[in-house]
């Protein structure tokens, strides 16, 4: 879309920082969100009449190819720290990468963006594969995001990705993850790195860095001060990534308030490590995310619909 193209209503161009970064600000009826042109972030959503879905780091940086530390940054076409070169970016290089925003329509009921970011040169000296990555944002009373990979080299490629949510929580301390029962699960705070499975919820009891798979896709984040549930619906990715950086490793974040621990997590649909994505020459696989807010907590033991 050229950016003297006409937006649709509830979409402005903005600017983000003091170093040159762009991006588009939405305000319609139904929600407010804020959106980075690097990495195609989604930086805040807010449906109106209910509290903010993303947690923003109040010490975000908006500098060219430096992490934005907040909503939620895709990982691509690797995640964590690049397993043969440690000087390479971790989780890949498409959140640090400008995308284009090739469609904004808006209907009745949301505001639907489309961004891509194609190989070149630059992704090439990075990561030696042709692809092209489209990332679909449907903005209304809830986010849905649609990320599709295309294989548009000669040669097969396997990647990893991630969707890296922020939530905010009251106290993440009393804030609890359900249906990850059962997953097979790498905590990645363990040195020898020995598969275990998740037993019942899951709890942020301090830095917490677990990698679960061959997940269902269907859990919820559950605000135990503020009784709010975030339902995470990812059907298409079989990894979770539940984060939350605790005082310590908090402290060594330049980007992260002191108490920032305390009052964020993240927990990340993506796949990573053994489901990872193997893509032949020509081939296209789309990944759907879908966040509703969902007042009111269902009595304890109630399973998930
Ligand atoms: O979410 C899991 C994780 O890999 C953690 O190990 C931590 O590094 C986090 O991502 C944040 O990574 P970033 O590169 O955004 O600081």
Known sequence: MESSSVLPTGLTEISLGDHGLRGWQVDTRLCRARISQ???QLLEFQARGREP????????????????????????PWFGPHPGRPDLPAHGFARQRDWQLTEASATSDAL????????????????????????????????????????????????????????PLTASRAAR?????????????????????QQG?????????????????????????????????APDCRS???????????????????????????????????DAVTLAPGAARAFGLRLEDQAGVPPVGTPLR
Not at 53 to 76: D, E, M
Not at 134 to 152: E, P
């Open 38 to 40: 690097q990495g195609a």
């Open 53 to 76: 879905l993303l947690w923003l780091s109040p010490r975000a940086t908006f500098i060219p190819g430096k992490a934005i530390r907040g909503g939620i940054p895709l990982c691509f």
């Open 112 to 167: 639907q963006l489309e961004f891509s970011l194609v190989s070149d040169a630059g992704t090439r000296a990075l990561w030696p594969h042709d692809f092209a990555a489209t990332l679909r944002m449907r903005l209304g009373r809830s986010v849905a995001l649609q990320l599709t990979i295309a294989n548009t080299g000669s040669q097969e490629f396997r990647f990893e990705f991630a969707l890296h949510s922020y939530f």
């Open 177 to 197: 993850v359900e249906g990850l029962d059962g997953s097979l699960c790498l905590d990645q705070l363990d040195p020898t790195r020995e598969h275990q499975h």
């Open 240 to 274: 979770v990534i539940a984060w939350n950086p605790g005082p310590g490793k908090t402290a060594r974040l330049a980007d992260m308030p002191p108490e920032g621990w305390q009052i964020m997590a993240c927990v990340e649909s993506g796949n990573v490590e053994a």
């Open 201 to 233: 919820e899951l709890r942020f009891q301090g830095e917490t860095d677990r990698i679960f798979l061959h997940t269902s896709g269907q859990y919820c984040l559950v605000d135990e001060r503020s009784e709010r549930i975030l339902r995470i619906d």
